[in-house]
């Protein structure tokens, strides 16, 4: 994700859309282009409602308004008296003041013009209704109405139906069309023009080719369902005639337009997404695009274009070929040379009819199905993968370690770039890229060795796609040192060429199934990219370690398939224009061509780069119907399951399943595909992602001292209502222990009943469907958000505790835990909460464990944080908080601990929501203690089937977070023979060393800021 924003939506979501809306009106204020111009108008004195009226002629000779309700003085007798008569004009049209009762609520009225001294025509046969402002009696109000439309609109903007920059009608399939909003009756006509040149004005509408009449209708039940939004709006029957000439009425350019008394009252271009899919879709699915090959080993080159008038292919050193379209798939063919394998580039040429560019455009573009490129994406590669000159050594042969079940997952987040920038053990030419995975003997390469040695799985990657952002050829490193604490030198320094540096997070998506060139050692030819992609692949398996690549299928950077099939790929909104609720061009996966070219490049990436699972970027901008047919389809290509997980949020023009059934945390449940839990994040760190000023550090969490270890904004003693904050935070980790699981019970109620923002805090059906975390590339690294947290006085070493904590409680949950790469080292990025253009300097990673860095980079980037820079300069100057090597170290071979217990029994790996209801307990649920959870897994059912491996008879967790030794007494397992797990009994914590349980009472004590696991092995 770009920039972070939308992180924990279910709590913000609302905020930020009315901020939305409020500035949406701000901007409509001033009189829309639109032909509002209101602007030039008198003030709208109080007590009165200003009438416009627009007639499509312009001839408002005579026209009034008749009310009969709700002026001072009201009209009566006909045509009436006294008539308010449009005399004054503006942009839009005419307009009337009429005083009005405030006291009335509402004008009662209609528009007529006399036709002799008692007879009056009315402009539409309708009573017309004006509800009155609640500060009309101080402020005026003014309302917009139009010829042939009885709708009273609240801006000229609103009023205005004939804008044919506009897309306001959706062509649904072949026979249906929808027109939201728009009034009934009078004609509707679909007009075209192959070339375009449309125009509508006074005169009607221009420059058409011809026109189909349009009738009434009513949907089919399966289009209202699938275009569950449009399910209510005017629907219109496309004529037979019309019908079939559908294929050559979609490449020129179209326009609805409806007449009423021979004059265009309103008029739009056409949605086109609905009848593409209806007319092509069936065929051209199944289709190979980009480039095959055929028996004789030429290449094939497809692309789908359906709405293109000529597509031609251009090969370097070649002339243009034409390419063929077959008219039921609208993909477009040319068999080529085969001297062209692995050799030539190329690029198509579309010529096409854009309503973006008001007419044919001839576009030069990538293949979206390009399997490498040349630098910076100018021309893909015309690329047979299974050959030789792709391979790094032994690619073909290489294990993939097996996973047993995805319960077995521990998944760490690791940008490439970050991985070897700032390991001096790696050579020169490696650093910064894909082949610095397979360098032997670094201090990163080491420290994954350990990380896999310990239970590790899965390393998941940070957008390795083809980017948009980093220039693949001469990206510039600034020359930085170190400053003081609060120095603004380096970010400035980073900001002066942020945009032409080698680092960016990577969420702009440019092509889905082609490696980014910056991280190859030659951008310029496509086979290195590949074959180095593999090569750290290969590498990380080697390591047993499997890979998770972050995709980002929720939009792109730029809307550049819009110049293959303009008005197809992007979700538009109403008006006809990209939707960008997710920080960019939102595409729209609920069309067929975009899922497929997800699913396509999906595979691409499991049998072609043999990796293991996706991590999708806003997950619950797709329909779970695509993530569903992605998974299958995928793991049928590969022949192997591999893992899907993502950010399954709520929000945007998408929310609650207006128009589709989405991707999103509560309709996940029982598919298989995880998602991450904001209810364990908020409730370990404290607060939400979008907190700002004091909030930032009044907002603890369990992990950093909520209530048993009081900030100063806190008070020194804890009050009801911070102890009760935590108890909930603390309940929020105790559901998210038992994986979520919606029907496990705690504490007499279904974890479903929890609430989390107006949602249930459990909500999986197995355990494995959520991604329990504490930090992410996202937002401030753990370390960060704790520092601004934690009392001013604790120590580094205390600090590093608490890391462990909030670690340990991820690591020993239920589900499947994910770390942000440097977690386990005390990651600090200077506080910044979005570091995804801060340079390396900002993202480094010391893998030899000697520093962290805090203290030494300044202050965080300007552009994102400067409004907190104030809070910030004390934190980064306080010398209790950087910590030594021994901090991080112990922190580190902490979590290396607690991993090895993780990966000891599969207790701790549950695979079932039924086993996590049978066999986890929390024996504290109904007795809190500030800091303090304990969880019992039994080793036996009710039934006397094993627990996971039940291996142990009692496997108890106790995490004390408070920075004081805890006791805890459990009856049941007085008389148990339980005892500190091994790993931990000879593990690198000396302070967890010292936990303890009393047989004979049944009480455990757990020192300060400490995870202790205890077990009783299970009998013969
Ligand atoms: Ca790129
Ligand atoms: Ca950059």
Redesign the pocket.
């Known amino acids: 994700m770009t920039n972070g924003t939308k992180w924990g939506w279910s709590r913000w979501a609302m905020a930020l859309a009315m901020a939305a809306v409020g500035g949406l009106l701000a901007a409509c204020g001033g009189g829309g282009s639109d032909g509002g111009g209101h602007d030039e108008a008198a003030a709208v004195p109080a007590g009165t409602l200003r009438v416009h009226y627009q007639r499509a002629a312009g001839d408002y000779d005579g026209w009034g308004v008749y009310a009969w309700r709700g002026p001072t003085t009201p009209s009566s007798g006909w045509p009436g008296s006294p008539r308010f008569v449009f005399t004054a004009s503006d942009g839009f049209g005419r307009y009337v003041d009429i005083p009005v009762d405030p006291s009335l609520g509402r004008m009662d009225f209609l528009l007529n013009r006399p036709t002799s001294a008692s007879e009056a025509e009315k402009d539409q046969d309708c009573d017309r209704v004006a509800t009155f402002a609640a500060d009309i009696a101080t402020r005026g109000q003014e309302i917009w109405l139009k010829q042939g439309d009885c709708a009273t609109y609240d801006s000229a903007q609103a009023a205005s139906g004939v804008n044919i920059n506009h897309a306001r009608a959706m062509w649904l399939s072949a026979s249906r069309l929808v027109w939201p909003d728009l009034p009934a009756g009078g004609e509707l006509r679909l007009y075209h023009a192959a070339q375009g040149g449309i125009t509508v004005g006074a005169a009607g509408v221009q420059g058409a080719d011809g026109f189909h009449t349009l009738s009434p209708t009513t949907l089919e039940a399966a289009l209202r369902e699938r275009f569950r939004h449009l399910a209510s709006a005017p629907a219109f029957a496309v004529p037979v005639a019309a019908q079939a000439e559908v294929r050559s009425l979609l490449k020129g350019q179209l326009v609805v337009a409806r007449l009423f008394q021979g004059q265009v009252t309103h008029a739009t271009q056409l949605q086109i997404q609905g009848v593409l899919d209806d007319v092509y879709a069936a065929q051209a699915r199944p289709q190979t695009l980009g480039v095959s090959f055929d028996g004789q080993g030429r290449p094939v080159f497809r692309l789908w274009a359906p709405t293109a008038r000529s597509v031609e292919l251009a090969v370097d050193g070649q002339p243009l070929r034409p390419m063929t379209e077959d008219p039921n798939s609208g993909v477009w063919s040319y068999t080529g040379e085969t001297s062209w394998v692995n050799d030539a580039y190329y690029t198509y040429r579309v010529q096409v009819y854009s309503r973006q560019d008001g007419g044919v455009v001839t576009n030069t573009v990538t293949d979206p199905y390009a399997l490498t490129l040349n630098a910076?994406?100018e021309k893909a590669m015309v690329a047979r993968l299974s050959d030789a000159m792709f391979k790094p050594t032994g690619w073909d042969g290489h294990a993939i370690p097996p996973l047993q079940a995805p319960s077995d997952s521990v998944i760490y987040e690791l940008h490439v770039r970050d991985f070897s920038a700032n390991d001096a053990t790696v050579p020169a030419a490696h650093r910064g890229k894909y082949t610095a995975f397979a360098q032997a003997n670094t201090d990163g390469v080491r420290h994954l060795q350990a990380l896999a040695a310990a239970g590790l799985t899965h390393v998941h990657l940070l957008p390795t796609y083809?980017?948009?952002t980093?220039p693949?050829t001469g990206c510039v490193t600034p020359t930085i040192t170190a400053a003081g604490p609060t120095s603004d030198v380096p970010q400035a320094t980073v900001a002066a060429t942020k945009d032409e540096d080698c680092f960016n997070w990577g969420y702009d998506p440019?092509h889905y199934g082609a490696p980014?060139?910056?991280y190859a050692s030659d951008a310029a030819d496509g086979a290195v990219r590949v074959r180095e992609f593999r090569q750290m692949v290969q590498a990380l398996h080697g390591m047993g370690l499997r890979v998770v690549l972050d995709v980002v299928y929720n939009h792109t950077s730029g809307s550049f398939l819009d110049r293959i099939v303009p008005g197809y790929y992007y979700r538009l909104n109403g008006d006809g224009f990209i939707e960008r609720s997710t920080c960019c061009e939102n595409t729209a996966p609920e069309y067929a061509m975009m899922e497929k070219l997800m699913i396509d490049t999906l595979k691409t990436w499991a049998v072609e780069y043999k990796v293991d699972g996706f991590r999708f970027d806003i997950m619950g901008h797709i329909p779970l119907a695509a993530m569903q047919a992605a998974r299958t389809e995928v793991d049928a290509a590969a022949g192997r399951p591999l893992l899907y997980y993502g950010e399954a949020w709520n929000f945007g023009e998408v929310a609650d399943d207006r128009q589709f059934v989405q991707a999103r945390q509560a309709n996940l449940r029982g598919t298989g595909i995880g998602s991450f839990s904001d209810r364990i994040r908020d409730a370990i760190r404290g607060g939400g992602p979008f907190d700002a000023g004091d909030d930032v550090l009044r907002r603890q969490g369990f992990a950093n001292g909520r209530c048993y270890d009081n900030n100063a904004l806190n008070g020194s003693t804890c009050t009801s209502d911070q102890r009760s904050e935590l108890h909930y935070q603390q309940n929020l980790i105790r559901l998210g222990l038992a994986g979520s699981v919606h029907d496990f019970v705690l504490n007499g109620r279904l974890a479903s009943s929890y609430d989390y923002g107006g949602q249930s805090a459990g909500y999986t059906a197995d355990p494995y469907e959520v991604i329990n975390y504490a930090g992410v590339h996202d937002g401030e690294t753990l370390f960060d958000i704790n520092q601004f947290k934690l009392p001013s006085t604790a120590t580094a070493s205390e600090r590093a505790r608490a890391q462990v904590v909030a670690l340990g409680t991820v690591l020993m949950g239920q589900g499947i835990p994910f770390l942000h790469a440097g977690d386990e080292l005390l990651r600090s990025k200077s506080l910044d909460r979005d570091s995804y253009n801060a340079g390396d300097w900002f993202n480094r990673i010391d893998w030899s464990a000697t520093t962290n860095f805090f203290g030494t980079m300044g202050l965080p980037s300007a552009e994102k944080n400067r409004v907190e820079w104030d809070r910030m300069r004390p934190i980064l100057s306080n010398a209790n908080i950087p910590p030594s090597a021994a901090d991080i170290r112990a922190t580190r071979d902490a979590v290396l601990d607690l991993l090895r217990v993780r990966r000891d029994t599969t207790m701790l790996r549950l695979r079932s929501g039924a086993d996590v209801r049978e066999c986890v307990s929390f024996p504290d649920a109904a007795d809190q203690r500030d800091g303090l959870i304990v969880m019992r897994i039994v080793g036996r059912k009710s039934d006397g089937s094993p627990c996971g491996d039940g291996r142990y008879a009692n496997l108890v967790v106790l995490i004390n977070a408070a920075p004081v030794d805890q006791t805890y007494s459990v009856a049941a397992l007085a008389g148990r023979s339980l005892s500190l797990h091994p790993v931990l009994a000879n593990g690198s914590d000396a302070r967890v060393r010292g936990a303890s349980f009393a047989s004979g009472s049944g009480v455990f004590t757990v020192p300060g800021r400490s995870v202790a696991v205890f077990v009783e092995p299970a009998g013969p």
């Open positions: 910076n994406s083809d980017l948009a980093i693949e440019r980014e060139g910056s």
